[in-house]
């Protein structure tokens, strides 16, 4: 499904990634931990297209989609992102926000879809607030759900927990766990926490110094 092959990004004298690679099958979950400043982040952009590597390429489905100097537009990789900070839009509300991403489906499905999402979220009453409106958990919870409505086949998570108390924490860790992991989808997530990843995974990958170990 997705082959990152010996990537490399360097920002000024800083190298935050070295020649990392790595590959996932349909279906498959990688759970990535590793201090601050590993190179965590750095990965993802990149496999989200939002950054381009120094050296090496990334492969969809055998498709080149990033190279040195070009890459695939990230809302072509039919991917979702899940990012450390906030990035629900604040001027259309919770419903708008999930609709966003589902312009691909008639307007009468994809509504029907993000009723069902919210409700499946424990949210159903939420569609027509403002992110402001939201307490830290239930914006990241739309936020998956916006992330989660177009059906993507790989899902990226950057330290989706940050800044939310332990009790929001582990609700939010379980919803992820219920509702990201299907037969059919990828997921990459990235969390500093050791303890999370393990929770996530039996071996979760550790980042150092810009490689996976
Ligand atoms: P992590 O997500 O594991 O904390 P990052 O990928 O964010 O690590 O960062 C890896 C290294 O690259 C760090 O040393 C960080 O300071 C540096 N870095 C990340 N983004 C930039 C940037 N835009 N400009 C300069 N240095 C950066
Ligand atoms: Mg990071």
Not at 3 to 28: M, P
Not at 29 to 43: A, D, E, Q, R, Y
Not at 156 to 164: A, V, Y
Request: proline share 5%; glycine share 8%.
């Amino acid at each position: 499904m997705l082959r990152v092959e010996s990537i490399s990004r360097r920002y000024d004298t800083q190298e935050a990634l070295k020649k990392t690679s790595f590959s996932l099958k349909e279906g498959e979950t990688m759970v990535i931990t590793g201090p601050s400043g590993s190179g965590k982040t750095t990965l993802l952009r990149i496999v989200a297209g939002l950054d381009l590597p120094d050296t090496g390429e990334v492969y969809l489905r055998g498709e080149l989609i990033s190279r040195p100097g070009w890459a695939a537009q990230p809302h072509t990789r039919n991917m979702g992102f899940v990012f450390q900070r906030s990035t629900l839009w604040p001027h259309m509300t919770v419903g708008q926000n999930i609709l966003y991403g589902m312009h691909r489906l008639d307007i009468s499905a994809a509504e029907e879809r993000m009723r069902h999402l919210l409700a499946e979220a424990g949210l159903e009453n939420f569609e027509r607030r403002y992110p402001s409106q939201l307490s830290g958990g239930e914006a990241r919870r739309v936020e998956i759900l916006r992330a989660l409505a177009p059906q993507p086949e790989i899902m990226l998570m950057d330290e989706p927990l940050t800044n939310l108390d332990p009790e929001n924490s582990e609700r939010l860790l379980h919803f992820i766990k219920e509702n990201i992991y299907e037969k059919d989808r990828c997921l990459i997530y990235v969390t500093h926490d050791r303890s999370e990843a393990e929770e996530l995974s039996s071996n979760p990958l550790v980042m150092e110094g810009g490689q996976l170990r």
